[in-house]
């Protein structure tokens, strides 16, 4: 068995894991490296899951009976675990949404609708880069539409990193808004965040973050970012399906119109005209996830209690191991950057000829679960040129055997496809 210093107790973590423990295809343990898509959750969240439903189910706030007080407990309880996971200066400024994605559009849309000084519109210009997410692609194009804006993007260099070496083109007095990936979820790249938001600051422009691969892996605090938005989901991060967070500066928040318009989001509705509860009320309309929320708040509660700095190093050492690994396969390239530094635990690549969904299905059949495809990003495949790519994503569960299980799986898709 491989040991590596800086490893977590793997043995001691997947006992919290029941779905690590499944057997599939004639008896094979499972090896999940599919974690970028969506993670395993512990014990802990699914605990806290059933007792919301068995003992506190009801609708939060404004209900005076005890299950509504209770209930309302846990939502608000949730919000103020987020605020403290990621250091924001004030608990309101912590939005539940479905996603990432709704994250995303939320801030799209309000910047679609709002007045000036933040308004986007024909004279102005939305700066994203060939990195990102479709997620974070389609809601500033759908913007880039509607009002005339002009959508410009970083490119990537062949290595897999933002090609800043325009930085200064790209983002000029006329761009509104700058939103990117932290780290990509196809390529595991970290990206320069003080480099982009110094420049955005420089011509005034408002920035958002897309945290999604951040928040599960490493340390995220949003004053550090001096970000304007920040958005990632819950799913990714031992969380449940279905809860999303934006956290946004309290002052853009007050300024800002909603997204979306219903119960809860209000102070006043006349059949002429309506007022809005102030943030982050004013964005949460309608029942929000209400278990799901104290799901997430559970997984705040597991992920710090481990550490996230020894999450990160835990990963950063599985990531060193793995690339020397696959890096040992004979015609196997990796997509994006090709050492462990700067870069995250989700790690994309090709085999040869053999098409990724091949190689997918030959690992599945030894039970090694990965992802193919783009990976929702397909712009990276066709910047590198390549259809799809195998991706193997890592977390604070996963182990060196893991890994070697997938040098082998590979190693017989070699075999498999002559």
């Not at 699914?46 to 005076?64: F, I, K, M, S, T």
């Not at 986007?120 to 913007?143: A, F, G, K, Y």
């Not at 990117?180 to 408002?206: C, K, Y």
Request: hydrophobic share 40%; aromatic share 6%; with cysteine.
């Amino acid at each position: 068995m491989t040991t590596l210093p800086g490893l977590l107790d793997t043995e001691a973590i997947r006992k919290d894991f029941p779905l690590l423990d499944r057997v599939v295809h004639d008896g094979k343990k499972i090896v999940y490296l599919d974690n970028a898509a969506t993670s395993q959750k512990p014990r802990q969240v699914l605990d806290a899951l059933n007792a919301y439903y068995e003992r506190y189910n009801a609708n939060v706030h404004r209900g005076v009976h005890v299950l509504a007080e209770e209930a309302t407990a846990l939502y608000e309880g949730a919000r103020d675990k987020v605020a403290a996971f990621i250091n924001a200066p004030s608990r309101d400024e912590v939005i539940f949404t479905k996603n990432a994605s709704e994250s995303l559009n939320l801030v799209a849309n309000m910047l679609g609708w709002a007045d000036e000084p933040y308004r986007v519109d024909r004279e102005t210009e939305i700066v994203i880069s060939e990195m990102e997410h479709h997620s974070n692609i389609v809601p500033w194009q759908l913007l880039s539409q509607r009002t005339g804006a002009k959508l410009k993007w970083f490119g990537l260099t062949d290595d897999g990193r933002l090609d800043l070496s325009n930085i200064d083109e790209i983002i000029t007095d006329n761009t509104k808004i700058v939103s990117f990936t932290l780290v990509s979820n196809l390529m595991g790249t970290i990206n320069p965040v003080e480099t982009i938001v110094r420049r955005a600051q420089e011509v005034g422009a408002l920035v958002c973050i897309d945290a999604s691969q951040a928040a599960p892996h490493m340390v995220l605090d949003v004053q550090a970012l001096q970000a304007d938005f920040v958005a990632f989901t819950g799913h990714k991060m031992c969380g449940p399906t279905g809860i999303g967070v934006l956290w946004g500066r309290q002052e853009l928040l007050e300024d800002l119109p909603p997204f979306l318009g219903g119960g809860e989001m209000i102070e006043t509705v006349s059949m002429h005209s309506s007022t809005y509860a102030p943030a982050p009320h004013k964005f949460e309309a309608g029942t929000p996830p209400i278990a799901q929320a104290v799901g997430l708040g559970a997984a705040v509660d597991y992920l710090s209690s481990i550490g996230m700095e020894r999450i990160a190093e835990h990963e950063h050492v599985l990531t060193e191991y793995a690339v020397k690994r696959l890096l040992e396969v004979p015609d196997l390239r990796i997509i994006g950057p090709s050492t462990a530094e700067d870069r995250g635990a989700a790690i994309s690549f090709t085999l040869g000829d053999i098409h990724p969904h091949d190689v997918g299905q030959v690992l599945d059949e030894q039970g090694i679960a990965v992802r193919v495809g783009h990976h929702c990003a397909r712009p990276v495949c066709l910047r590198y040129g390549i259809p799809a790519t195998t991706r193997a994503s890592f977390y604070l569960y996963s182990t060196p055997a893991e890994v070697d299980a997938l040098v082998e799986g590979l190693e017989h898709v070699r075999n498999f496809f002559g």
